[in-house]
C-alpha cells in the first residue's frame, strides 16, 4: 500500500498526486513527531531531534554545505512536506527530484519544485502539509521568501558565515553549524557571543559533526544516515 501526498490546495482542481511507499518512508525518515526531525545522535547514541517544521513561521540557517542541506529537505519530503529550493545552481538539487519520483501522469511529482531565485507563488501551507522553502541563494541570501504563515519555514544555505549575512543569521530560530575555520569560527564568536570554548569547537567539528544553536541552545550532534539516503545523497560529508 502507498502513501498519497497531493497539493494542499489541489482538492478538486486536478494537480497530480504521487504516491511514496511507506518502506520509503521509513526508510528515509527516522522516527520523530510531526514538528521534530531526527537530524543526528548524541554522545551515547541517543537520537537528538532539532524543530524544523513549527506550527508559526520558522527560520532556519545553515552554515555548511549542500548535504546537509539536501538531507533536511529529504526528511521534510517523508514527513509530507512541501520543497520548494529557490537555487542559483539547480543541478545540484536534481537527487531530490529522482527521489520523489514521478506522478501518475509521468511528470516530475510536485512535491519537491526547484526553481531559480526570484519571487514565485508558494504552496499553501498547513499542519497536513507543511512547507520548507529552501533559499540557496549564496553567503549573503536576499529575503525572496521570508516564511510568513504558521508550518512555514525557510531554510537558509549559506556556504560560510559573511559579516553582511548578520541579521540572517541571529534573527533565526534555529542555527545548523558545521565545521568553520579559525576565522569563521571567530566570527560566529562574536554574532552569537560564544565563549572560546564553543568557538573552538566550532573550528574542531568532524566532517559529521554539526551544532545546533538557538535562544539557549548549543546542542552538539553526529549526523546519520539511513542505506536510502546513502543511495541518494552518497556518504556523509561536511562539503557539497
Same mark, same amino acid.
Given at each position: 500500500?502507498?502513501?498519497?501526498?497531493?497539493?494542499?490546495?489541489?482538492?478538486?482542481?486536478?494537480?497530480?498526486?504521487?504516491?511514496?511507499?511507506?518502506?520509503?518512508?521509513?526508510?528515509?525518515?527516522?522516527?520523530?513527531?510531526?514538528?521534530?526531525?531526527?537530524?543526528?545522535?548524541?554522545?551515547?547514541?541517543?537520537?537528538?531531534?532539532?524543530?524544523?517544521?513549527?506550527?508559526?513561521?520558522?527560520?532556519?540557517? =545553515? &552554515?555548511?554545505?549542500?548535504? $546537509? @542541506?539536501?538531507?533536511?529537505?529529504? #526528511? *521534510?519530503?517523508?514527513?509530507?512536506?512541501?520543497? +520548494? /529550493?529557490?537555487?542559483?545552481?539547480?543541478?545540484?538539487?536534481?537527487?531530490?527530484?529522482?527521489?520523489?519520483?514521478?506522478?501518475?501522469?509521468?511528470?516530475?511529482?510536485? =512535491? &519537491?519544485?526547484?526553481?531559480? $531565485? @526570484?519571487?514565485?507563488?508558494?504552496? #499553501? *501551507?498547513?499542519?497536513?502539509?507543511?512547507?520548507? +522553502? /529552501?533559499?540557496?541563494?549564496?553567503?549573503?541570501?536576499?529575503?525572496?521568501?521570508?516564511?510568513?504563515?504558521?508550518?512555514?519555514?525557510?531554510?537558509?544555505?549559506?556556504?560560510?558565515?559573511?559579516?553582511?549575512?548578520?541579521?540572517?543569521?541571529?534573527?533565526?530560530?534555529?542555527?545548523?553549524?558545521?565545521?568553520?575555520?579559525?576565522?569563521?569560527?571567530?566570527?560566529?564568536?562574536?554574532?552569537?557571543?560564544?565563549?572560546?570554548?564553543?568557538?573552538?569547537?566550532?573550528?574542531?567539528?568532524?566532517?559529521?559533526?554539526?551544532?545546533?544553536?538557538?535562544?539557549?541552545?548549543?546542542?552538539?550532534?553526529?549526523?546519520?544516515?539511513?542505506?536510502?539516503?546513502?543511495?541518494?545523497?552518497?556518504?556523509?560529508?561536511?562539503?557539497?
Amino acid at each position: 500500500m502507498s502513501r498519497t501526498l497531493g497539493h494542499p490546495a489541489a482538492a478538486g482542481t486536478g494537480v497530480p498526486e504521487f504516491l511514496v511507499t511507506p518502506g520509503l518512508l521509513d526508510a528515509i525518515s527516522p522516527p520523530g513527531d510531526r514538528g521534530g526531525m531526527v537530524l543526528g545522535c548524541g554522545p551515547h547514541d541517543e537520537p537528538l531531534s532539532v524543530s524544523v517544521l513549527r506550527p508559526q513561521p520558522t527560520r532556519l540557517v =545553515l &552554515v555548511g554545505g549542500l548535504y $546537509l @542541506a539536501r538531507q533536511v529537505a529529504l #526528511r *521534510a519530503m517523508a514527513t509530507g512536506a512541501w520543497v +520548494v /529550493v529557490a537555487t542559483g545552481r539547480p543541478d545540484a538539487w536534481q537527487q531530490l527530484i529522482r527521489a520523489a519520483g514521478e506522478s501518475p501522469d509521468g511528470r516530475p511529482a510536485p =512535491l &519537491v519544485q526547484v526553481r531559480r $531565485l @526570484a519571487p514565485v507563488e508558494l504552496p #499553501r *501551507a498547513s499542519e497536513d502539509a507543511p512547507l520548507l +522553502v /529552501v533559499h540557496d541563494g549564496g553567503a549573503v541570501p536576499q529575503e525572496l521568501f521570508p516564511p510568513r504563515s504558521p508550518w512555514q519555514t525557510t531554510l537558509y544555505v549559506l556556504p560560510y558565515l559573511h559579516p553582511q549575512a548578520e541579521s540572517t543569521a541571529i534573527n533565526a530560530d534555529l542555527v545548523l553549524l558545521q565545521r568553520l575555520p579559525a576565522g569563521q569560527a571567530q566570527l560566529a564568536a562574536g554574532m552569537w557571543r560564544l565563549p572560546p570554548p564553543m568557538s573552538q569547537q566550532l573550528a574542531a567539528l568532524t566532517d559529521d559533526g554539526v551544532v545546533a544553536l538557538g535562544p539557549d541552545l548549543w546542542l552538539s550532534l553526529r549526523l546519520v544516515t539511513t542505506p536510502a539516503e546513502r543511495e541518494i545523497l552518497g556518504p556523509v560529508r561536511r562539503g557539497d
